[in-house]
């Protein structure tokens, strides 16, 4: 199978963790966008979408479904979402899509969070993925230093030979040479740097549930 195929196939899966006549959070990427499709089919089950970035708004609606402001969900059982990096026990990293901050807030809410992801996201170690860290545009300088002294090597993420600039009008930093091996430390320690607006490691709120993509069909993992 193409690695399309096992996202499709993981997207399919996901399905069955929709609750009818709920509102769903929904992430970011092409792993969501395969999701968002299959959403489609059934829209008329739900009561509507929580979105993780613009992009998956605009997906969403070109379905004709409902997307809500978060301002105005309480809860939600489900949000459903990929990963860059996800490890034996359920922690991720995120980001790759620049919209990990839209994505930590809408999981936060959600009693379930069900990541979906070919197999090659499945590592024992996180780190090997450069982990993207969102700051404020003013602090990059500083928060790069700040991330090179816990041994990173972060690099701006450019587009079009300008900083990207995130859905919240952060800039994205992308931090490789990390060996993750205490994702729950790190996430706290990188949180508290001043400037910074959220790190993309998931990890104190990690998947509930992995629906990974494999040779021989998708695997689920309960963490
Ligand atoms: C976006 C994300 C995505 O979930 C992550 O990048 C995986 O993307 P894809 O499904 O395209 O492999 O965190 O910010």
Do not use: W
């Amino acid at each position: 199978m193409t690695q399309d195929e096992l996202k499709q196939a993981v997207a399919r899966a996901a399905i069955e963790y929709v609750v009818d006549g709920e509102i769903i959070g929904v992430g970011t990427g092409s792993t969501a966008n395969f999701f968002i499709d299959e959403l489609g089919k059934i829209k008329h089950r739900i009561k509507g979408a929580v979105a993780s970035s613009e992009a998956t708004a605009v997906r969403l609606k070109s379905h004709g479904i409902q997307v809500f402001d978060l301002n105005d969900v309480e809860s939600m059982p489900v949000y459903i979402d990929g990963a860059d990096e996800i490890d034996p026990k359920g922690a991720m990293i995120k980001g790759g899509g620049a919209a990990l901050t839209r994505e930590k807030i809408v999981a936060s809410v959600a009693d379930k969070f069900i990541c979906i992801a070919d197999g090659s996201k499945l590592v024992d170690v996180l780190g090997k993925f450069p982990l993207p860290v969102e700051v404020i545009p003013m602090a990059h300088a500083v928060v790069t230093r700040k991330l090179q002294a816990l041994g990173g090597q972060p690099t701006l993420r450019m587009k079009d030979g300008n900083p990207l600039v995130t859905d919240n009008g952060g800039y994205i930093l992308d931090v490789a040479g990390l060996q993750i091996t205490a994702p729950q430390e790190l996430e706290a320690k990188i949180n508290n740097i001043v400037g910074v607006v959220t790190v993309g490691l998931f990890a104190q709120r990690g998947a509930d549930v992995g629906l990974l993509g494999m040779a021989d069909g998708v695997k689920k993992f309960v963490y």
